[in-house]
C-alpha cells in the first residue's frame, strides 16, 4: 500500500469516527461530474490527494474543527462550499485591490473568525495556507499551515496541528508567495 493510501485510510477511519461542529454525518463521496463541475468553475484542477478525498471520503465534513467545506453545495453548518468561497474571494479581491486573493488558493476549511484553511493548488506540493484577515493588512494575512496537504492531514491525525490547546504556541511562517502570487501583470 503506497503512503498515499495508508494516509487517505487513516482519514477515512477518523474520517467515520468523528464529527466536527455543524456535521450530523459524514456526507457521501462526491462524484466525477461534482470534481469536474468544480474544477470548470474554478479554472484549475484540484491536487491528487485533495481530489482523493473529495471522492473516496465525502464531500466535506471532516477533518480539523470545521471540517473539509463540501465543492459544490452548502454544508449543514451554512458555510459556504469551498468553489462558492473561491470565487467570492476572487471577486471581493477585484474590487478591493488592497485584500487580492492568490489565483488558485482554494478555501477548504472555516477556522471561525473568517480564518480558513485554503491550499494551493498551483504548487506541487499542495501546501496548506492559513488565512487570518484579522491582520492589518493583507500582507500580514497569510502563514504556512503546512508545507503540504499531506503534512496537514497527518497533523490532524496525529493531534499535533497549531489548533490543538497543546499547541497553541506554535508560530506559522508567513508566506513568502503572496505578493509574487497576487501581483497584477501589466502588458508591455
Same mark, same amino acid.
Given at each position: 500500500m503506497s503512503e498515499n493510501e495508508q494516509l487517505l485510510a487513516r482519514v477515512?477511519?477518523?474520517?467515520?469516527?468523528?464529527?466536527?461542529? /455543524?456535521?450530523?454525518?459524514? #456526507?457521501?463521496? &462526491? @462524484?466525477?461530474?461534482?470534481l469536474a463541475r468544480a474544477e470548470a468553475a474554478l /479554472?484549475?484542477?484540484?491536487? #491528487?490527494?485533495? &481530489? @482523493?478525498?473529495?471522492?473516496?471520503i465525502g464531500d466535506g465534513g471532516f477533518g480539523p474543527e470545521y471540517g473539509l467545506l463540501p465543492l459544490l453545495d452548502s454544508p449543514p453548518a451554512g458555510e459556504p462550499a469551498a468553489v462558492a468561497q473561491y470565487l467570492a474571494n476572487r471577486e471581493s479581491g477585484r474590487k478591493d485591490p488592497d485584500w487580492p486573493w492568490p489565483e488558485g488558493v482554494?478555501?477548504?476549511?472555516?477556522?471561525?473568525?473568517?480564518?480558513?484553511?485554503?491550499?494551493?493548488c498551483r504548487a506541487p506540493e499542495a501546501p496548506v495556507l492559513l488565512f487570518e484577515?484579522?491582520?492589518?493588512?493583507?500582507?500580514?494575512?497569510?502563514?504556512?499551515?503546512?508545507?503540504?496537504?499531506?503534512?496537514?492531514?497527518?497533523t490532524w491525525?496525529?493531534?499535533?496541528?497549531?489548533?490543538?490547546?497543546?499547541?497553541?504556541?506554535?508560530?506559522?511562517a508567513p508566506w513568502a508567495d503572496f505578493r509574487i502570487r497576487t501581483e497584477t501583470r501589466r502588458a508591455s
Open positions: 477515512a477511519a477518523k474520517a467515520r469516527s468523528t464529527r466536527p461542529w /455543524g456535521w450530523p454525518s459524514l #456526507p457521501e463521496p &462526491a @462524484d466525477a461530474s461534482i /479554472g484549475f484542477a484540484l491536487p #491528487p490527494l485533495l &481530489a @482523493d478525498l473529495y471522492l473516496r482554494l478555501p477548504i476549511s472555516h477556522w471561525g473568525c473568517a480564518m480558513y484553511a485554503c491550499v494551493d484577515p484579522n491582520a492589518d493588512e493583507s500582507d500580514h494575512a497569510w502563514y504556512v499551515d503546512a508545507p503540504s496537504l499531506t503534512a496537514w492531514l497527518s491525525l496525529d493531534g499535533t496541528g497549531w489548533y490543538e490547546e497543546t499547541n497553541e504556541e506554535l508560530e506559522m
